[in-house]
């Protein structure tokens, strides 16, 4: 928020109410949340998928046996980190967009 001052200025300045620009951090606060979630099951699908094509075997301890990893990942535990970190990201959102709604157009435009 404290880089986007003048933008808030100027927004405000042309009559947007503040509710609008409280939804606007909001909602932005809660789609980055999504894209990084999204992002996280991706690279960690695409990780579980080259260990389970490339059959990583290993020795643990002075053991002899030889154990071959193949990952996976239930289908509610990616639902359920998703889920925290979009909620995690919209809570966090929540003070910068109050803080952004009840902020003086004249002001922000004055900001340096």
Known sequence: ???????????????????????LFLVEGV???AVGAAAGVLAGAGIILVLNVW???????????LFVLSPRVDLFEVVLASVTVIAVSAVASVQ???RASRMEPIDALRHV
């Open 96 to 98: 910068p967009a109050v």
């Open 55 to 65: 059959k990583v075997s290993v020795h643990f301890g002075g053991s002899l046996q």
């Open 1 to 23: 928020m404290y880089e986007r001052v003048r933008e808030i200025g100027t927004i405000a300045g042309i009559g947007t109410l503040p509710n609008r620009i409280l939804s």
């Open 31 to 33: 789609l980055l949340g």
